[in-house]
């Protein structure tokens, strides 16, 4: 099971106005997916690219995801070391060629099962940041940050075309408002919103958010794609905490 957070820059007691700002995925539900992965099997990985250029494995030590790993006797990848290699995607339609770390190819190949846990927060780039916004995290992050431009929706839909989470898990214990990557704001949202069609998934979290799906860029990109489920089956309460 290879499971990857969000790790943007951790703001922790840094002197700011609030103690923490919810940027990156929570410990605490890390610590509870880790335990629940035990019970079918030993190999556990947690991976990331943490965002703003700042080393992952720095990131890893400010949110105590190292501790949580050790803990769990789960291994830490940082994907900026591992090797990279090159896929062409043939569907895609702005990023043909895709570099990734060489673990992520047990995903491709159906050998890992794959899980994302992104924050439910809100973007500067792409109005809100969640399951699909996730998969930028898979690059390294040299790569990571010089993708962040011109038609960042599509590149996004493109990687994947590539790797597709099995399953997707949005951290709204705390949800994020403002123009992440720039520190956000906490909302009170306590939910977590999980499923196994990741673009669903965000169109859920959308609607909780308070956004229209139909209004977000990259979610409309991901329709177009083919990765909408017309049969989506939601359970649960569709509970709405404005974001800003």
Do not use: W
Not at 122 to 143: E, V
């Amino acid at each position: 099971v290879i499971i990857k957070p969000n790790l943007v820059t951790v703001y922790h007691q840094m002197g700011l106005v609030e103690e923490d700002y919810p940027e990156t995925t929570d410990p605490r539900l890390l610590d509870a997916l880790l335990a629940y992965f035990k019970r079918f099997t030993r190999n556990l990985v947690i991976v990331e690219s943490s965002g703003r250029g700042v080393p992952t494995r720095g990131s890893y030590a400010v949110a105590g995801i190292d501790r949580l790993a050790r803990y769990h006797s789960a291994e830490l990848i940082a994907l900026e070391e591992q090797p990279t290699l090159r896929y062409f995607v043939p569907r895609a339609t702005v990023q043909k060629e895709i570099a990734i770390p060489a673990i992520l190819a047990e995903v491709i190949s159906g050998q890992a099962f794959f899980v994302s846990v992104p924050k439910l927060k809100t973007n500067l780039y792409t109005s809100i940041t969640l399951g699909c916004k996730n998969a930028m995290g898979l690059l390294p992050y040299n790569l990571r940050q010089r993708g962040h431009h011109y038609a960042l929706d599509q590149k996004l839909v493109d990687i994947l075309q590539l790797v597709m989470p099995d399953l997707t898990i949005i951290d709204g214990l705390v949800g994020g408002e403002g123009n992440c990557p720039a520190p956000v704001d906490p909302v009170d949202s306590r939910v977590i919103i999980s499923g196994n069609n990741v673009v669903e998934t965000d169109r859920v979290a959308a609607r909780i958010m308070g956004f229209d799906p139909a209004s977000i860029p990259l979610i409309c990109a991901a329709d177009a794609a083919g990765f909408a489920d017309l049969q989506v089956e939601i359970i649960g309460d569709l509970r709405v905490t404005p974001f800003r």
